[in-house]
């Protein structure tokens, strides 16, 4: 029961291009999404947020843009830079009062010199 | 800057063992969560916490698991009985209040049962 997917495992984008990310839900509930970015032997460190009235949130090279109707979300950065290799998580949170987050499995970004 | 602190890095523990794994949230957070991550899997919720007393718990969070802030600073998850299948790395996380939805982890605690 996926109810947050990342679909690329993988992604290896060029240092100074555009790198895109992307996250797609099932569960109608979630009303808050943010995205996390992982180094090995590391917790996940927040990176952006989004509330579902919102359709885009930016802060400085990220971009998270929402698409509720089609239940998709995607991060983009921009340049891309050597230390933004990571692996990268979409979470979704049902809102409420302390509501855990929902994971997608993430997306390895590897950026290539 | 303020972060998430938790204590041991890695616990290795015998099958049958109780753990008891250790955090510090950030000081003026008042909500706390655990969170594991078997290898190669994704990071799966297990419990929230607010006010003493938790406020979800998973499928995951069994009988086998209790949490605990034992005082102002600490935050606790205990395994009474691990199982091979415990072995993970264990998150916990904090956020500030209500209506800030952004979750600050710390850097885990891998656990390996034998």
């Known amino acids: 029961d996926q109810q947050v997917k990342q679909n690329s495992p993988s992604l290896s984008v060029q240092e100074g291009r555009i790198s895109i990310l992307n996250c797609d839900y099932t569960?109608?509930?979630?009303?808050?999404f943010l995205w996390y970015k992982k180094y090995p032997a590391e917790g996940p460190t927040f990176l952006i947020s989004?509330?579902?009235?919102?359709d885009k949130n930016e802060d400085g090279r990220f971009t998270v843009f929402l698409n509720k109707s089609a239940k998709h979300l995607s991060l983009h950065i921009v340049p891309s830079q050597p230390g933004d290799s990571a692996v990268y998580f979409c979470?979704?949170?049902?809102?409420?009062?302390?509501?855990?987050?929902?994971f997608g499995k993430g997306t390895h970004l590897i950026i290539q010199p | 800057e303020p972060e998430v602190t938790q204590t041991p890095s890695h616990q290795v523990t015998q099958m049958g063992q109780e753990v008891i794994l250790r955090c510090v949230p950030i000081?003026?957070?008042?909500?706390f969560y655990w969170y594991r991550q078997i290898l190669g899997q994704k990071v799966e919720f297990l419990v929230s916490?607010?006010?003493?007393?938790?406020?979800?718990k998973s499928e995951i969070f069994d009988d086998q698991f209790s949490v605990e802030r034992p005082d102002g600073s600490n935050f606790t998850l205990k395994i009474r009985s691990t199982k091979l299948e415990d072995s993970a790395m264990y998150f916990c996380?904090?956020?500030?209040?209500?209506?800030?939805?952004?979750?600050?982890f710390g850097p885990g605690t891998r656990l390996t049962v034998t």
């Open positions: 000081s003026n957070h008042l909500y």
């Open positions: 989004i509330s579902s009235i919102k």
């Open positions: 979470a979704a949170s049902a809102g409420g009062g302390a509501d855990g987050l929902t």
């Open positions: 569960n109608s509930m979630f009303d808050y």
């Open positions: 916490f607010y006010n003493n007393e938790i406020s979800e």
């Open positions: 996380a904090s956020r500030l209040r209500t209506g800030s939805y952004e979750q600050y």
